[in-house]
Nanobody, 120 residues
Framework: QVQLVESGGGLVQPGGSLRLSCAAS????????IGWYRQGPGKERELVAT???????NYADSVKGRFTISRDNAKNMVYLQMDSLKPEDTAVYYC??????????????WGQGTQVTVSS
């Protein structure tokens, strides 16, 4: 069993900041990729930012320079610092995990999502 617990969403005014957190726990041998996707009203789910273990981070063009992804590997946590928020950032933000379990199977897992609303 794997769990992803997200926190930090809420309502913020345009230009404001929020920090999302996601804690991964359970039968995780190795995290391959961890990060964030979002789904806005009437839109498809899209990548926001991901961190590939031992390699690069990826950002959507729409958030580059405003959002920063970071990890605490000891705690299996990932964070998303969101600055200069815009109304178009309004969405449900989902934590995403690609991991290997102790049988070396590889799996994708999603959190339940946290709402971010940017509005005055």
């Amino acid at each position: 069993q794997v769990q992803l617990v997200e926190s930090g969403g809420g309502l913020v005014q345009p230009g404001g900041s929020l920090r999302l957190s996601c804690a991964a726990s359970g039968s995780i041998f190795r995290i391959n990729t961890i990060g964030w996707y979002r789904q806005g009203p009437g839109k498809e789910r899209e990548l926001v930012a991901t961190s590939i273990t031992g390699a690069r981070t990826n950002y959507a063009d729409s958030v580059k320079g405003r959002f920063t992804i970071s990890r605490d590997n000891a705690k299996n946590m990932v964070y998303l610092q969101m600055d200069s928020l815009k109304p178009e950032d309004t969405a449900v933000y989902y934590c995403y995990l690609r991991y290997a379990d102790y049988s070396y199977g590889n799996y994708d897992y999603w959190g339940q999502g946290t709402q971010v609303t940017v509005s005055s």
